[in-house]
């Protein structure tokens, strides 16, 4: 069958769903990517020429009283019409939806022409494109089963959050830290901010380096596009080894020799930490729509798999305690590692496939 996947505009609907994409195209169907106009998405797919692609307008909801919304409509329809003119032109069989007001049109596009639609909610809280989005798709496919309530009038499924099939199997520590000229006989530090960087994430480390600095501790530090030159300069006068990048395209290898990972707390940054078994110490994005960050991390923090601090009331000393502590008791961030890997099933794209095929057959 020919499957169209609408994932574009952020790393947490992109690569979630190129993990479906290459799952589908294992059983032998063949994909059509819906994507948006952002350089993330044309950056990821460079990756993937095996797949066929298409680009969609960029869409972002305003206010209703501002005066965007008119662009907002604008670019809406235009979206729509693109949207007809690429279903007439490949006949897609059924559409997938990861997100996103980008991905609004496919839903309504399938509708029209009655063919299946699927809608892919990775959050527990879901999004409005999503939340609106839901009265055209034929099933909601869940990452968290606390967001069932949200869509009472449509057959949910929990299948998890998606994590890129790089990222299957853990790689060997010690050579993944040698590749970062780290040491493997200290404990690692990983700091994140997602797929964008969080400046707030990055703030925070400046000011708790210096209370660091009497650990035993290395830092990889992935800072967004900003503040690379300044943390790597804030760790040397630190004397605290780390490798900064503003983006590491193979989170497989940070992923892999980390002890303690301080990161946002977007769904798919989640479940990979789930999939590899990470504890956690989570900073949710404080203007997160809805606060749906916060409610994602008390899912892990519930669990015992992560602690949550709120950016507005952390200061560098709670954080480097709470780092200190956490480093120091390895029996407690095992189990936390243990309990992390069983908040998601592991089985996600698997799992999202099997109800494609279902119902699109």
């Known amino acids: 069958m020919r499957i169209a996947i609408a994932c574009g505009g952020s790393g947490g609907h992109l690569f979630p769903g190129l993990a479906v994409?290459?799952?589908l195209s294992e059983r032998g169907h063949e994909i059509l990517l819906l994507v948006s106009e952002k350089e993330i998405d044309a950056t990821a797919l460079r990756a993937h020429p095996e797949f066929r692609s298409e680009k969609l307008p960029s869409i972002g909801l305003p206010t209703v009283l501002s005066p965007a919304f008119i662009r907002f409509l604008q670019r809406a329809w235009e979206s729509f019409?693109?949207?007809r003119v690429i279903f007439r032109r490949h006949r897609p069989l059924a559409v997938l939806s990861m997100g996103g007001f980008t991905s609004t049109a496919p839903l309504i596009v399938a509708k029209l022409v009655g063919i299946p639609s699927f809608i892919h909610e990775s959050n527990s809280i879901p999004g409005r494109a999503n939340r609106w989005g839901a009265r055209f798709a034929s099933r909601i496919l869940l990452g968290f089963s606390e967001c069932r309530s949200y869509f009472p009038k449509t057959?949910?499924?929990v299948t998890g959050t998606p994590v890129r099939t790089s990222m299957t199997m853990p790689l060997n520590r010690e050579q993944v830290l040698e590749t970062f000229r780290l040491d493997p006989s200290r404990k690692t530090l990983l700091v994140t901010g997602g797929s964008q960087g969080a400046s707030g994430i990055n703030q925070l480390l400046f000011r708790a380096a210096p209370l660091l600095r009497h650990l035993h501790v290395q830092v990889i530090h992935l800072t967004g596009e900003r503040d690379d030159r300044l943390a790597a300069a804030n760790y040397l006068r630190e004397n605290i080894p780390a490798y900064v990048v503003p983006f590491h395209h193979h989170m497989e290898e940070a992923l892999s020799c980390a002890d303690l990972v301080i990161s946002?707390?977007?769904?798919?940054?989640l479940s990979e930490f789930s999939h590899f078994g990470l504890p956690s110490i989570l900073i949710p994005y404080p203007f997160a729509t809805d606060n749906h960050q916060q409610s994602n991390a008390s899912v892990f923090v519930r669990a015992g798999a992560a602690e949550m601090l709120l950016e507005s009331e952390t200061t560098p000393e709670i954080l480097s305690r709470l780092i200190a502590n956490l480093l120091d008791d390895d029996r407690r961030r095992k189990n936390m590692a243990i309990q992390a890997k069983?908040?998601?099933p592991h089985d996600a794209?698997?799992?999202?496939?099997a109800a494609i095929e279902?119902?699109?057959k």
């Open 264 to 269: 946002r707390a977007g769904a798919s940054s």
């Open 342 to 344: 069983n908040v998601f």
């Open 155 to 157: 057959e949910c499924i």
């Open 349 to 353: 794209a698997q799992r999202i496939v």
């Open 358 to 360: 279902e119902i699109a």
């Open 81 to 83: 019409s693109r949207c």
């Open 21 to 23: 994409a290459q799952a």
